[in-house]
């Protein structure tokens, strides 16, 4: 059965549309105002804010009743927006002085401390918008057969490398794709060459260093020849990566391409 992604996206709009944080209790307060059963409020909230809220009925009761009306709406109408907004603000940097903040999401940031439905719906929201552009972008690979295992990290670090391809983090999939190399070179270097570089390098050796030191002891290392220049491709992305600024798609996708070419042949005995 075909998995259809936008019916997904509305299955979750129309949750959102539902269940939206403080939408439910606005209503209610606005529908136990418009029918004069206020006064039934006072054993669900605070003596401070019944008192408060019941100043304000007295004061506009037609006024009191559209606002509460006007927040239901707005809760609705702009949750998923406010849900991303509520996702970005834990992945970027703050300014101390973000402006006013409408009531309605305020309410909701209050109701969603214990609750966490803005984060559910935000991430749900981008993991459906990312399923498609990740599936494209699996079709460009190929599984990475090789003839020798290496270490458990170094497979660990190439399943994040093209997980942050496949999930457009970019420039983190070229920091990792050197990062696997690094690990598997290692591995494969002999005892000898390996205790070398530790002590050289004082056991910080980078993927720059150890195609260095392969470059002068292809011979002893039992490595390809054409290994160096495919695995020199890969530092170089990554380098650009750490210290040049964000990289896009294709330098990504080549960059773990490569790596993936570079493993096999490093891995091929």
């Not at 949750?15 to 409020?41: K, V, Y």
């Not at 834990?90 to 305020?106: E, I, S, V």
Request: with cysteine; net charge negative; aromatic share 6%.
């Amino acid at each position: 059965m075909a998995i259809e992604i936008d019916r997904l996206s509305e299955l979750l709009v129309q949750m959102a549309d539902e269940n939206a944080p403080g939408r439910e209790f606005s209503a209610a307060i606005a529908e136990l105002a418009r029918t004069g059963r206020f006064a039934n409020l006072r054993d669900v909230l605070p003596a401070v804010v019944y008192e408060e809220l019941w100043q304000r009925y007295q004061s506009d009761s037609i006024a009191f009743v559209e606002e509460w009306e006007r927040l239901a709406h707005d809760m609705k109408r702009g949750f998923i927006q406010h849900a991303r907004q509520r996702l970005t603000s834990l992945t970027r940097l703050q300014h101390g002085t973000n402006g006013h903040t409408p009531a309605w999401k305020a309410i909701q940031r209050a109701l969603d401390g214990s609750q966490n439905d803005l984060l559910r719906a935000a991430v749900a929201a981008e993991f459906l918008d990312l399923v498609e552009p990740a599936v494209a972008r699996a079709t460009h690979l190929r599984e990475c057969v090789v003839a020798s295992a290496t270490s458990d990290e170094a497979d660990r670090y190439l399943d994040e490398a093209t997980r942050c391809y496949f999930f457009a983090l970019f420039t983190a999939c070229a920091v990792m794709c050197r990062s696997v190399l690094e690990e598997a070179i290692k591995q494969k270097l002999p005892q000898g060459l390996q205790t070398l570089i530790r002590s050289r390098y004082r056991n910080a050796a980078t993927l720059g260093n150890l195609l260095h030191e392969i470059n002068n002891n292809l011979h002893a290392t039992g490595i390809a020849p054409s290994f160096p220049k495919l695995a020199n491709q890969v530092n170089d992305i990554g380098k650009k990566a750490v210290h040049q600024g964000l990289l896009s798609e294709d330098e990504a996708r080549s960059c773990l391409q490569n790596a993936r070419e570079a493993l096999q042949m490093l891995l091929q005995t």
